[in-house]
């Protein structure tokens, strides 16, 4: 890091635009991800905050009426540019869905998978290794040390979630992108993956896209307010939860809609 | 404020609507409402029942019948034929038996003959049709297992004719009876498990007609059906599903998959004809070309069930995996190929099951023909299990009326292991983890 005000941009977009066919789903949208800090992605249903963090590591490549322009880059190279492999950008930029969604492979499996395809583990004890260290990270490690190979698909939502946060960090990706991990959880289960974005932020440029204002108010320091396909606001998170300076974004704090 | 999302409340005449009466549930209508309602419930559980009884009734004739009859085909009567070797004076040398000529010193020095004589005076002038065609090769084999016979008095059991073996299993014209009973009387019948049945191949004579070489057609046409059709199904099916384009080439090309699968078989055993035959002069009667045309007609089958099975993967494993930065071949062969398998399987075995009991197409391709030896390889003239059994209950001799029956068991038994052995590969596929 060069300079404390001004953290390192890690992922930026200028004027981007995609389209679903004849819908103009994001308007423009203009933005840097740092380094450092959780962002989070704010608004209400349909905005197009799930849409645009798609963008961010080419998930809307899989379906086929989607079309983005626009230039999206992770440290300066454009993620759009033929040059860039779709394989390794997804690996570099990792996601996690909004529905558990661990493969129906034992919990081992489910975190070596990532590194095995890539090749980045290829002895046994290095796998193991790395295994060991992701489910760490993930706070996992202490529930599933001794039944590692039982199915992925045995565990509750929560730790099924972590688990997904596991095999995202097992191929030791830059980025992680985060579309509302916690929707489908109850509340003690959203309490630890809020802890765990916590201990996470700062090893990874984390984005979290959430329509829980509450929490994003907790886990992020830069908040992004995303409304009807357009960025209205964009800030230090506690700025614009106490003093937007959108009229839009007020109301939608507020509760006016949402 | 104008609340024009709250319906007005009606009011007539400033006064309130009428209160709704409270509604008495012990009424002799909702009484006799019940009851209708369970009348309702017993009749459709009844009707149901009934529905599975009769069809396990149907069943369980037509597997009745099948064993009953069929159970005489896998049996055969055997004679005991007293031999006096020295008496028959056979020419051959004792050390060409044991040489691999064997068989052709024997028929040279005119052992069917002489077997024909010790049967007419064992058992009178109509002695030799006491036995089968074939009983003189029995008599070869005892020779070759124990050539010391040669020189003394024996007595071997051989296969008995089947107007004998009729007239000792069922009803037969009065001169055979009366014979059969004669000789059952001298105690020189003698019943036992006919293993020629399994090992022969097709025959004229009853006796000694097996269904080997129409089971190991079916074995190898099978073989060529799934070969080919289970790869390119499957295949096709992953390309159509995650590859192609939604449009409109490719919905035409799924209806033509859905109406291929209703074309009747005996178009395809047409186009068989017409384009391996006809085209490709592909040998006549051959597995290779039973396999192709059979492939042809359940490839459309394995399509339909391949592609509903991966449809039916939920999209967030592909998510799953393409998020770890998976490519498109790594998702469908590591998570959709593996998770749609037991499906694909299930469709595999329903085409194969189809392919098995078709004889229309393999008729249009000339398996119809008598074939009187087992196939040594997929070019070589072969007939298969249902072609067989058409065959059999069309001749006349009522010796094979039990061996078409004794067939169908055959074919009913493959059927079933083919069945076990894919539901066997499903259910470990689908417990992987």
């Known amino acids: ?258 | 404020m104008s609340s024009t999302l709250v319906p007005e409340v009606p009011v007539t005449n400033g006064r309130e609507p009428a209160e709704r009466a409270p509604t008495d549930w012990k009424t002799h209508a909702m009484q006799s409402r019940i009851r209708k309602r369970y009348a309702a419930e017993r009749r459709f559980r009844l009707l149901g029942l009934g529905a599975v009884a009769l069809s396990a009734a149907f069943l369980v004739f037509l597997l009745g019948t099948m064993l009953i009859n069929g159970a005489g085909g896998f049996v055969r009567t055997e004679i005991a034929l007293p031999l006096d070797f020295p008496a028959l004076s056979l020419d051959v040398e004792r050390e060409q038996l044991a040489q691999r000529g064997a068989d052709l010193a024997l028929a040279g020095a005119g052992l069917q003959n002489a077997v024909g004589v010790a049967a007419v005076s064992a058992f009178g002038d109509e002695g030799e049709d006491y036995l089968a065609d074939n009983a003189w090769l029995t008599v070869r084999e005892a020779i070759k297992d124990d050539p010391s016979i040669l020189d003394r008095r024996v007595t071997i059991a051989v296969p008995a004719s089947s107007r004998i073996h009729l007239a000792a299993t069922d009803d037969a014209e009065p001169a055979i009876e009366a014979a059969a009973a004669r000789l059952n009387a001298a105690g020189a019948l003698t019943r036992g498990f006919n293993w020629s049945f399994l090992t022969g191949s097709d025959s004229t004579d009853p006796t000694s007609a097996g269904i080997w070489g129409a089971l190991k057609g079916s074995l190898l046409t099978m073989a060529v059906t799934l070969a080919l059709a289970f790869p390119i199904g499957v295949l096709s099916a992953i390309y159509l599903e995650e590859y192609a384009p939604k449009n409109r080439w490719t919905d035409l090309i799924e209806v033509s998959i859905n109406n291929l699968a209703a074309v009747p078989s005996i178009i395809f055993g047409l186009l068989g004809l017409a384009v391996f035959l006809g085209t490709f002069n592909m040998p006549r009667s051959a597995p290779i070309v039973g396999g192709l045309t059979l492939a042809l007609m359940i490839m459309p089958v394995i399509v339909i069930a391949g592609r509903n099975a991966i449809k039916a993967v939920p999209p967030s494993i592909r998510d799953a995996a393409l998020g770890v930065g998976a490519s498109r071949v790594q998702v469908v062969f590591h998570h959709v190929l593996p998770l749609a398998l037991p499906g694909i399987l299930t469709g595999t075995i329903i085409g194969m099951a189809r392919a098995l009991g078709e004889t229309a197409p393999l008729l249009m391709i000339g398996m119809r023909a008598f074939i009187g030896s087992a196939p040594e390889d997929l070019a070589s003239p072969a007939t298969v299990l249902p072609v067989q059994i058409f065959l059999w209950s069309d001749q006349v001799s009522s010796g094979f009326v039990e061996k078409t029956s004794a067939a169908i068991i055959v074919l009913l038994v493959f059927l079933l292991a083919m069945n076990a052995l894919a539901i066997y590969l499903r259910n470990r596929f689908e417990t992987r983890w």
């Open chain 1, 1 to 258: 890091m060069t300079d404390n005000s001004l953290p390192a941009t890690k992922m930026s977009a200028r004027d981007v635009h995609v389209y679903y066919g004849a819908t103009h789903a994001i308007k423009g949208v203009s933005i840097d991800v740092d380094q450092e800090n959780v962002t989070a992605f704010i608004g209400p249903s349909g905005c197009g905050k799930s849409t645009f963090l798609r963008t961010l590591n080419r998930m809307n490549d899989t379906i086929p009426i989607a079309r983005v322009e626009g230039d999206i880059t992770l440290d300066g190279e454009n993620i759009y540019s033929p040059a860039m492999d779709v394989v390794q950008l997804r690996a570099r930029v990792g996601m996690v869905f909004q529905k558990p969604n661990p493969f129906p492979k034992s919990i081992y499996e489910n975190v070596a998978y990532g590194p095995r395809i890539h090749g980045l583990a290829p002895v046994k004890s290095d796998m193991d290794r790395v295994v060991e260290q992701s489910l760490r990270r993930a706070g996992l490690w202490e529930e599933v040390k001794d039944r590692l190979h039982d199915s992925g698909t045995a565990l509750s939502g929560g730790q099924q979630q972590r688990l997904c946060i596991a095999r995202a960090i097992a191929v030791d990706p830059e980025v992680i992108l985060m579309d509302e991990p916690c929707s489908a959880l109850d509340p003690i289960a959203t309490a630890k993956i809020e802890e765990l974005i916590h201990e996470l932020r700062g090893r990874y440029a984390i984005v979290i896209v959430t329509h829980n204002m509450q929490q994003a108010a907790r886990v992020s320091q830069r908040t992004a307010f995303f409304h009807l396909g357009h960025l209205v606001e964009y800030g230090v998170t506690s700025d614009i939860f106490t003093n937007p300076r959108q009229e839009r974004t007020k109301d939608y704090i507020t509760g006016r809609y949402g």
